[in-house]
């Protein structure tokens, strides 16, 4: 009997477990956590909560009579690699969670006896949509190219989303951002959470179904036969951990005996009865698909459970299983024959100059023979007939992708534009590297759009120079990533040294208990960004410039004082890394105050003196024939400013200057062609040098 609900985050429900948690890797639903968040940002979802569990006890009657049907549409967000799982495993994942709603599962027959008499065919159907949101031919099935999805969250369902009140949305990402527990396996939306773009589940490739991936799931994970799926669903159809609140009971369903903690692989014997004190007094029920035990052990959906689920349906998901809908999403009815669509992926969307990629065609919705005609700009061959072509691209640059399929039913095209970043093969000196933001596009910095928010702009805030980037956080949302990366430079001289200033103040979370979790982190990557090697991290309060408790309205950073330098030494990265290597700043929003970022450079040691020391200005930047250099104040003596070539170090011509009181007047040699050059500025007696990149136009 269950009398009591609590919602409990990750790290209440399993604290006394939790280091048995961590040595066995076993199943951890993100589900709970989520909830508790998204209740701390939205007070009104508690009493949506407490209204759908006071309606939701009686069988109901507005659904449509027979088994109640749900259109799916499974978005594969990928990056190329093994996350991009086959239609077949999709289509296994999908057979696994039919077969465990109407218990249809060969194991039906390992039910103990105490609960074969409430297990329950629950009637519910998932079937990929035939028809998109738009009325076009689909097979239930979009697939999308992106760095979000490694340590994916709610922000990557906005790349990728239809109707949630139409389609039931399942996200298939790479692997999801870890709780305070470690791995997520999947996580689900409750639906009385009234947030429409993001209802629906997300789980990791290698949880989907049985095949392909999830056959042998990553990193030391058990094979959960599929169960991880349809443990999922039930959340999305309002169901609760059967451990919910422990032996106090609060799953809100009579027939799941109370549980005090999750139960685990292997399957527990008859003898574990961890709640004693109900009549009639039952073992814990470790076949239920909503506890934790492995997916070989779970078997059933009782009959009160597939009551709540109904109720769920007819409370909170009518519109999904109206015949009116059905027929749109063409999951019933006559669906009239379609042409082909176009699509396809790539391997490595970030390569070096040279790298020969491997194109996929994913094109679908046919039944004979297709032709492909393949056109790609930039590369060796430009143009191909294979299915599967694999294409050369010797010189660097952004490149567009177009894919024409046709057959006897029509033809369709796919085009990505700038689908392809190819990165010289020879780099630059690191020296060479340096933004401080004063041009409306950095030259040597690529700002990826992961979202529908990305890095601005600021002409108003700097720490030098006139302008800086900022991320304006306070209206962002959680889980935003802004991404800034470098294109590839050689840092194989010994010491190599990123250093950049930041401003930034968290705010207070929504419940003001402690300030928000924003996380600034610095990576580099030796093969073009195919992998990223983790060198810097700061979250929360430590990510702080000011002193003092967070900031409870827009933080605007006012004077030097607010600002940080950050050094990053990646000499200790392999030689072939530094040799052709591109840097990573990232920041991830939390939902906190604003970041700003500049002043980046590469700096190195010389005897004591580093060259990470107070910027000079160099104005204007572009220039043509002259330029003006404003040393600080603290630099004093005689100064030589060399203009050198970057690819080499060259000298160019040498400046010498006596005194620096105001402005130092430099004419650039007749005739210097256009292009990026090095100033480097220093005292005579080495207390100071500075590096500066310089653009002639």
Known sequence: MKRSIRTLSLSLLFGATMSALQAQQLHRCGTDEWHAEACKDHPEIKAREQQFNMQAVQPRTQLRSGVQIIPVVVHVLHNGGPENISKEQIEDALRILNRDFRRLNADTSLTRDPFKRVAADCGIEFRLAARDHLGRCSEGIVRHQTHLTENANDAIKLLSVWPTDRYFNIWVVKNIASSALGTVLGYAQFPWAGMYRTDGVIMRHDMMGSIGTAANPLGGLPRNFGRVLTH?????????????????????????????????????????????????????????????????????????????????????????????????????????????????????????????????????????????????????????????????????????????????????????????????????????????????????????????????????????????????????????????????????????????????????????????????????????????????????SNLATLPGSPFSYEFIPAGREAWREVNVNLSSLNASVRANMQVMIEFVSDGGNNFFLDDIRWTQTMGSNALSQEPARVYPNPATHRVQVELPAAVSGKVEITLREIAGGRTIQVYPVTGSNGPIGLDLPAGLAAGAYLLDIRSSDGSYRFLEKLLVE
């Open 232 to 540: 999922e669903a039930g959340h999305w159809l309002g169901l609760y951990h059967t451990f919910q609140d422990g032996c106090r009971g609060g799953d809100r369903v009579e027939d799941t005996p109370p549980v005090d903690e999750p139960n685990f692989s292997p399957c527990q014997p008859d003898a574990i009865n961890s709640c004693t004190e109900e009549v009639p007094d039952l073992p814990d029920q470790y076949e239920n698909y909503m506890d934790y035990s492995n997916g070989g052990c779970q078997n059933l959906f009782t009959i009160g459970q597939r009551t709540r689920m109904l109720n769920a349906i007819a409370l909170q998901r009518s519109m999904l299983v109206s015949t009116e809908n059905l027929m749109a999403a063409g999951v019933i009815g006559p669906v009239a024959a379609c042409g082909p669509r176009a699509h396809f992926t790539v391997d490595q969307a970030d390569a070096c100059a040279g790298s020969t990629l491997r194109f996929t065609d994913l094109s679908y919705q046919y039944s004979d023979n297709i032709n492909h005609e393949w056109e790609f700009p930039g590369g060796v061959p430009e143009r191909s007939a294979e299915r599967n072509p694999q294409v050369q691209y010797p010189n660097g640059g952004r490149f567009p992708v177009r894919l024409i399929v046709r057959n006897s039913l029509g033809s369709d095209t796919s085009v990505f534009e700038n689908y392809v970043q190819i990165y010289q093969a020879t780099p630059n000196s690191a020296l060479g590297l340096r933004e401080s933001f004063e041009s409306l596009q950095p030259a040597d910095f690529e700002m990826r759009v992961m979202q529908a928010d990305t890095w601005r702009r600021n002409a108003r805030v700097a720490v030098s120079g006139a302008a800086s980037l900022m991320v304006q956080n306070n209206r962002s949302k959680r889980g935003f990533r802004y991404q800034l990366v470098s294109k590839p430079v050689d840092a194989s001289a010994t010491p190599a040294i990123l250093s950049f200033r930041y401003a930034y103040m968290p705010r207070w979370n929504a419940n003001q208990s402690g300030p928000t979790n924003d996380i600034l982190t610095v990576r580099a990557s030796g093969d073009c960004g195919r992998t990223w090697i983790g060198r810097f991290t700061s979250t929360g």
